[in-house]
C-alpha cells in the first residue's frame, strides 16, 4: 500500500515520470501489461506516462495541462469543455 504524505512520501521518483507517474507506475504494477486503461486527470497526465504506459501494454486517458513539460502544442487557446487530442508518433 502507498500512503501519499506530499513531499516526504517515500517513492523513487527519478524518471521522467516525475513524483506524480512514480505514484501511477506504484500503484500500477499488478495490472502493467495486462491490456487495461487508465484514466487521470491533469496532475497525473503527461507524455513521458502514457510512452511509458504504452510500452508496459496499459492505455491512457486523460486531461492535460497544455503548459507541461514535452507536451505538445495547441492549435488554440482551450476554454473549459472544448475537447482536443493530441498523440506521439509512434503510439
Not at 16 to 35: C, F, R
Not at 44 to 66: E, I
Not at 70 to 83: A, S, T, Y
Amino acid at each position: 500500500m502507498l500512503l501519499y504524505t506530499g513531499a516526504k512520501t517515500d517513492i523513487v521518483h527519478s524518471d521522467p515520470t516525475g513524483v506524480s507517474g512514480a505514484v501511477v507506475k506504484e500503484l500500477l504494477l499488478a495490472y502493467l501489461g495486462k491490456g487495461h486503461i487508465l484514466y487521470t486527470d491533469n496532475w497525473y497526465t503527461s507524455p513521458h506516462l502514457c510512452q511509458y504506459l504504452f510500452q508496459h501494454n496499459t492505455g491512457a486517458v486523460g486531461t492535460v495541462r497544455t503548459n507541461r513539460k514535452q507536451m505538445p502544442k495547441f492549435r488554440r487557446k482551450q476554454n473549459p469543455g472544448d475537447v482536443d487530442q493530441k498523440k506521439c508518433e509512434n503510439m
